[in-house]
Structure formats: structure tokens, C-alpha cells
């Protein structure tokens, strides 16, 4: 079958897209409220695009009527947001965080996480998540649909269960976040494998950039 995007309508794209890139991992979305409380929003438009500069990436639509949502409002005007990242832990509660609710409501709260303050920026982050990135908005990109937020990291919360014995990598028996498929399909990172290169493409590699002799 062919899907000519030219002529295809925005829901069938969005059915396409998000049906087969996938799996897709949550940014459970936190800002600060002009009324001073914690906002808190499920997003699956997003990923980490840079380490250098390091960047996160949030694609955020507009409501039915084209208003914008509350956490783009606040990013807007605060310049600040922190990634919250989920496990089946949090599952219940970022599901719960991302009913439309009255910008009045604080969704931490309602959804019973537990908040505490961020170093760097001004805006709550959930003490459950196994890890939350403090985010200062680098640049928006917008759309007559929606918005592209590009932030850069400023700080990372990691659990300490999380990582290995040497705080390098992270311990993938703790360590399981879950991603969107599709509709309300989720899946958890709890089967993992290795794939490496064979040890001749490996030595290939290294002899191909690997510094010429006398170059400084």
C-alpha cells in the first residue's frame, strides 16, 4: 500500500506514524504554573537528539480548538521544563497526569507524586522517577499545529539503583522504562539483548580512524 503525505489527512499521518515508529519513550513533562504549581504532562513526541549540545526534543500539539496546552504556556514563559522519565512504577500515575484537567490543578499532586525542588531550574521534578533531566529551552520551532521544543540539558537526577556497580551504564534488572506503540498500547524495555559488530568489521573500524603516524 501507498500513503501519499501530500494529499493524506493529519489524523491518518498521525495513525501511520505513531502505528510504526515505535517504540517511542514517555517524557513525563513537568513546569511551573503562573500560579506557582507544578504542571505535569505524559508526552510521546520525544527523544534525545544531541549530546553537544546536549538536547531533548518535545513535539507538542495544540488542543482540538487550537489553543495552546498548558505545558507549552508554560515553557513559553518560563523558559524551563524537566523531563521526568517513567517506569511501570509511575505508570498508573503519568496516565493519570494526562487527563485535561483546568490549568488551576496540579497533576503531581492529583496523581500522587511526590515533588521536590531542581537545582537549576525552577520547577518541580517527581523523587519516584528513575530519572528527571533539568531542561532550559534552547529554541521553539512553531507550527500552525504544533511545537517543537528543543532543550537543553542542564542537569540529571539518576537514581542510584539505576546504574552499575561503576555509575556508567545503567542496570537494565532496575532500569526498564516503558514507550508508546500505538493507541493506548505501551511497552516495557524488560527483554534485552546484545548486538555487536563482528570483531573483523570491529578491527576495520579502528584501523580506518585511527590517527595517522606523527599527527598531533
Not at 89 to 109: K, R, S, T
Amino acid at each position: 500500500m501507498q500513503f501519499d503525505f501530500t494529499q493524506l489527512p493529519p489524523a491518518d499521518r498521525y495513525r501511520l506514524l505513531t502505528n510504526f515508529i515505535g517504540p517511542r519513550p514517555i517524557a513525563l513533562v513537568s513546569t511551573r504554573a503562573a500560579a506557582g504549581h507544578t504542571n505535569a504532562a505524559p508526552m510521546s513526541f520525544f527523544n534525545v537528539f544531541s549530546q553537544d549540545p546536549a538536547i531533548v526534543i518535545l513535539g507538542i500539539q495544540s488542543r482540538p480548538d487550537g489553543r495552546e496546552k498548558d505545558t507549552i504556556g508554560n515553557i513559553r514563559r518560563t523558559g524551563e521544563f524537566v523531563v521526568n522519565m517513567v517506569d511501570m512504577a509511575m505508570a498508573d500515575a503519568m496516565i493519570l497526569c494526562g487527563v485535561n484537567f483546568a490549568p488551576d490543578v496540579d497533576e503531581f499532586a492529583f496523581s500522587g507524586l511526590t515533588q521536590v525542588p531542581c537545582r537549576q531550574v525552577n520547577v518541580a521534578r517527581a523523587i519516584a522517577t528513575p530519572c528527571a533531566m533539568e531542561c532550559r529551552v534552547e529554541r521553539i520551532i512553531d507550527y500552525p499545529r504544533r511545537a517543537i521544543v528543543l532543550g537543553e540539558v542542564l542537569e540529571m537526577h539518576v537514581r542510584d539503583d539505576c546504574l552499575d556497580t561503576a555509575g556508567r551504564y545503567v542496570n537494565p534488572d532496575i532500569y526498564q522504562p516503558i514507550a508508546r506503540l500505538h493507541a493506548d498500547n505501551y511497552i516495557v524495555s524488560d527483554r534485552q539483548f546484545e548486538l555487536r559488530k563482528p570483531a573483523e568489521m570491529q578491527a576495520h573500524e579502528a584501523a580506518q580512524f585511527a590517527p595517522a603516524e606523527g599527527s598531533k
